[in-house]
Structure formats: structure tokens, C-alpha cells
């Protein structure tokens, strides 16, 4: 006799009852605000700006709004809910915790070095966009992403890596940003173009893939393939736009460098012309 597995964030809710259906996990709750604790602990010793304190709690504020808040279990009925939930933590949450420079909060409780680890992270920009690649391929083929809603600890496998590898990589071009710019403009051409290519194959896919999906999405007058179809859409256009803007704010720096400085007036006494 098959056992039926409910998923982490419960079963599919019906469009009357989304709004009801908050995941209020005493462990995710728990671990949530002892994070934050911790970053604020580390930020008072290293002395981070208020400002870049805001960049943070603003970002992983949003961070817990989206784990929390009914986007969770109406990512179980539509594959487009779970990809715009990551398309949040990856393209809008991680960008803005990586501003906050938690990295350094980090090295100034455990090492008393407040650059060290931020430092390690940005100087590897290509290698951090081709871990977000290869995570993101992984976690969003039909037979992995079917894995994570019959296992807890597969869900939330998901959810870290991928929310980890994008915050490397955010940090690494955000650190490197007219600096290095080779690498940046590497890393986010990389990203812009292998979340292009697997938002296009989801969206264009002649058949639906992704089995958990295929009697849920009617529940919001969806076939199982348009739901895919909106779910490609989200990962295509924001993710393209989102490193396409980074790769082209590195290619500005670039354009900046190799124009020549202009050159200054000749001096002219006053009331006499400048030959």
C-alpha cells in the first residue's frame, strides 16, 4: 500500500484559501531570526554603516516573507508560483542581503577579520555563476524537482543551495563591481544567458514536465502546460534583465576606462582669449 507524502509547505490550496494558509515553522521561524540576531551581533563589531545594515534586514525580511507567507503552499499547486518564489530569493532577496555585507558581520564574530571572507567570495565570480548554473539545471529538471515534494530535507536542499550559490554570486559581482570587471562581466553574462536558454526550454517544451503539478494547476484554471509555460516566462525575462543589467553596468566601467581623459583647457589670463 502507497503511502501519500504530504509536501513540506502542506497540500495544494484552492484559490479561497491562499490567503489563510501562512507556514508559520517553528524551526524555519527559529532559524530565521537567529540569523538576523547573529548578523546584527557581527555588524555592531565590524561597524557597518546603518545604511548597509538596511540593505540586509530589508533583504532578508523579504527573504522570510517569501518562505513564509502563502506563496509556500501555492507553490505546491503551480510549478510558476515556485519558480516566481525563487526568482525572489535569487534576482531580488540575495542581491540585497549581499549588500549588507553579512559575510563580514560573519568574519568579524568567528575570525575578527571583517573583510576575509567577503573578500575570498568576490574574487571568484565566474565559479560562483557556474555553481548558480549547474544548481539551478539541476533543481528545476522534471525528476529532482519531483524529489522535493516527497522529502523535507530534499526541499529545503534545494531552497539553501540555490539561495546560497546566488547570494555568492551577487556578492562576487556586487565587490566587483568596476573593479575586476573582466570577471564580473563574465559571471554575468554567464547567468544572463543559461537562465535565457532554461526559461526558454520550460516555456517552449511541447509537454508538461513536471508531475507534481499536473492536477493542481487546474485548481487555478490552468492546464499543467501553461502553468509551465508561465513559470518559464518568470525565469526567462527577470533573470535575463536582472545579470544582463549587471554585465552591462561592467561593460559601461570597462568603456569608461578606455576613453582617454579629456584634456584641460590652456590657461588664459583674465580678459585675454585662449589661443
Known sequence: MSVQVIPYCGTAP???ELLGRWNLDPVLLSALAGIAA???LGARRTGLAES????FYAGWGLTALALVSPICPLSVALFAARVGQHMILTLIC???VAVGRPLDALAALVLRRPSALTQGAAATAPLAAGLFAVLLWYWHAPEPYAATFNSTLTYWLMHVTVFGSAFWLWTSLLAQLGYRSARALAAGLISTVQMGLLGALITFAPQPLYTPHFAT????GLTP???QQLGGA???APGC???LAAALAEVWTLLERASPPAEAAPYAPRGVAAP
Open 14 to 16: 484552492t484559490p479561497a
Open 38 to 40: 547573529l548578523y546584527a
Open 52 to 55: 548597509t545594515k538596511r540593505w
Open 94 to 96: 540575495a542581491p540585497m
Open 217 to 220: 494547476a487546474q485548481l487555478w
Open 225 to 227: 502546460l501553461q502553468d
Open 234 to 236: 518568470l525565469m526567462w
Open 241 to 243: 534583465l536582472a545579470f
